[in-house]
């Protein structure tokens, strides 16, 4: 266990390096919340042109998160054996993660990063349980001694600001591979204050890192920050459009060599130009003329285009982006959506790494130590998949029938179908079992009738 001294060193240590990761991390988050900064205009701009270019803003990142992360929902845990769900799924249920996997995975996809803390505690009951919380990567810093090979970090600092009055301070929570260290620091101080330690004794720092697709070196930019330069381009190709719409989108009429009438102030009338009336003017050198509009169509095609660049960068279907959706057959849905489905399936390999791990260390608090060391357990995630059950249905049923493929094994590719259901289902094909003579004279029967070991 680290000594009081050296955990305010090591929060000392970590806290320079989990500033500068903020600061690229409050970028992105201003992105997401269409809270960055708008358009390129000129220093003199007026009031309207502010206006226009805060309407500019027209952000489809969010759109790009959503479309991975809405089909990302892990519903079951299994076994190596896959004779029924792991122990450690009833943890799951208890810390009610099925609603709060989606924040976990938005922002693994928007950052690049996002942490699993599991430590013990107890539920409503007061019975001991282990505790599964999800941490955003802007509250939160592992460090690992190989960050590209090691499971487990060596330290995790998580940082939760607090006011109280007029002072603003920084509670930190350092974890290690036995204790969780309290300690407090000033919003721009360096050197924390101790406050408190509470062992785990788990053995290892209990905090999981949800990583989007990590390459070698140990980076994971995320879905967000590659995409900002074409977002900003897409802004400002709008507020171009919009200029240009407010400004010059209609026809301007001239006259020339005619003085204006002037009103009481002295400021010059406007003529009364409409359907019932003709320019005319007293001075034969007096000369009407006409500004034709400006032509919107290559700034709506910029626009597009800009959009169409976002989509296959970001893998996204262009539909998603653009809202245009012609009259495509199934397989020409499927295929436009065949660069987002290799995406998230790959996302679904990566995220249930990181899950299986954090159940396996929710066993081990647990007790659960056979479970703990089930490397072979699996999460199963949800197909969302446009299919209807009638298909499902059809193609499932042949392949039990064609393949000899036991129908206990296929429950499991049925859309919406829960680890839950599946048990159930099994519990009641065993209960009808039982309770058919049927089916118990023909049991014994084969019994009798197979040779001797």
Sequence with gaps: MLSRRDAVDTAAGILPKYRAELERLDR?????????????????????????????????LPLVVNGVAQALYVEGYRRSDGAAPAGAWQWWQTNGLDARQSAIHRAAL????????????????????????????????????DETADDWPV??????????????????????????????????????????????????????????????EGRAPGEVEPLIEVQDRINQTVFDLLVAQTFSSFKIRTVSGMAPQLDEHGQPRPLPVDARRFLMAKDPDTKFGQLDETDLRPLLASADAAMRHMAVISQTPPQ??????????????????????????????????????????????????????????????????????????????????????????????????????????????ATEQAADPMRRLADQVERQAAPPP
């Design 110 to 145: 928007a950052y690049g990063t996002a942490y699993v803390t599991v430590t013990s505690g107890v539920d409503d009951l007061g019975a001991q349980m282990p505790v599964i919380r999800g941490v955003s990567p802007r509250r939160m810093l592992a460090v690992y001694q």
């Design 28 to 60: 992105i988050d201003r992105y997401l919340r269409n809270e960055h900064d708008g358009p390129y205009m000129p220093r003199a701009a007026s009031t309207e042109y502010k206006l226009l270019a805060k309407r500019a803003r027209t952000n489809l």
């Design 155 to 216: 330290f995790a600092l998580r940082v939760d600001p607090q006011q109280a009055g007029t002072d603003r301070r920084l509670m930190l929570r350092l974890y290690d591979d036995t204790a969780v260290h309290f300690l407090s620091v000033d919003t721009s101080g360096d050197r924390p204050e101790y406050i408190d330690t509470r062992t785990h004794d788990i053995g290892l720092c209990p905090v999981v890192r949800f990583a989007d697709v990590p390459d070698l």
């Design 320 to 429: 998603d982006l653009l809202g245009e959706l012609a009259n495509l057959s199934a397989e020409a849905l499927t295929a436009a959506r065949d660069g987002q489905t290799r995406k998230r399936i790959e996302r679904e390999h990566v995220f249930g790494e990181a899950w299986e791990q954090t159940l396996r260390l929710a066993a081990y608090v647990a007790g659960d130590t056979t479970g703990a060391r089930d490397r072979a357990a699996q999460v199963a995630w949800r197909d969302v998949e446009a299919r209807s059950l009638a298909q499902v249905a059809d193609a499932l049923g042949k392949i039990a029938q064609m393949l000899a493929v036991p129908v206990e094994a296929l429950w499991s590719r049925i859309p919406g179908v829960t680890a839950t259901d599946i048990e159930q289902w099994r519990q009641m094909r």
